[in-house]
């Protein structure tokens, strides 16, 4: 009695497989590449390395031929990407955060994926910022996807950037304006003396 094989010829490294016999019988035995898989005697087999599995089964005096090779392919996960590019965006403005994957690219925002159809460039390897929030990427390739990558934080914040330590002068400021009490601010350490009196509400990092 012939005996043939069902299950999924291509799956993504990491992932299980369950192959199984076309007929209900008592006893099994499973092959990969032509060695016998010790132990695996089930109608079923979990498989998760390429490879040509066959079956064969016995019932009562009569043994079967051996199936036809069953080939599995197991694809490698792409590369986890990595976020590059500037996270401290003005009001209103933008910036372009670039994952290391050339292609297969899908940005989340705070874990919830950003749908190319709403928002252009979400599926692409740069993509322009506007909204703050926690961003990562995932890659895919050849029906694989990758693990999420590490989360880079974009902030909405006025930045430091001068060198003559008057704090009212809009060139010493990022966002080319003087931060208000309300805006958060961020001023790197090292930066220069600051003779200021001043209050701040919704202060940033420092």
């Known amino acids: 009695f012939p005996v043939t094989i069902a299950g999924q010829n291509n799956i993504c490294f990491g992932d299980n497989n369950v192959l199984i016999s076309s007929i209900s019988n008592d006893a099994y035995q499973w092959y990969k590449d ?64 670039t994952s290391s994957a050339e292609e297969g690219n899908q940005w989340y925002l705070n874990g919830n994926l950003i749908d190319p159809n709403d ?24 029906g694989c996807s990758s693990d999420v990558s590490a989360q880079v934080e974009v902030v909405i914040a006025n930045r430091w950037i001068g060198d003559n330590g008057l704090w009212n002068d809009p060139l010493n400021w990022s966002c080319g304006t003087v931060p208000s009490s ?6 790197n350490s090292g930066s220069p ?3 200021i009196d001043f209050t701040v509400d919704n202060l940033g990092t420092l």
């Open 119 to 142: 928002i252009e460039g979400a599926d692409a390897q740069e993509f322009i910022v506007t909204t703050p929030g926690v961003y990562t990427v995932v890659s895919s390739l050849f």
């Open 34 to 97: 032509g060695v016998l898989i010790s132990g695996e005697t089930d109608r079923s087999l979990n498989v998760n390395e390429s490879g040509s599995y066959t079956v064969v089964l016995t019932q009562g005096d009569c043994v079967s031929i051996s199936s036809d090779p069953f080939m599995l392919n197991v694809t490698d996960k792409p590369d986890t990407p990595t976020i590059t590019g500037s996270i401290i965006i003005c009001d209103g403005s933008s910036t372009i955060l």
């Open 193 to 195: 003396f600051l003779d």
């Open 182 to 187: 309300f805006e958060n601010i961020i001023i």
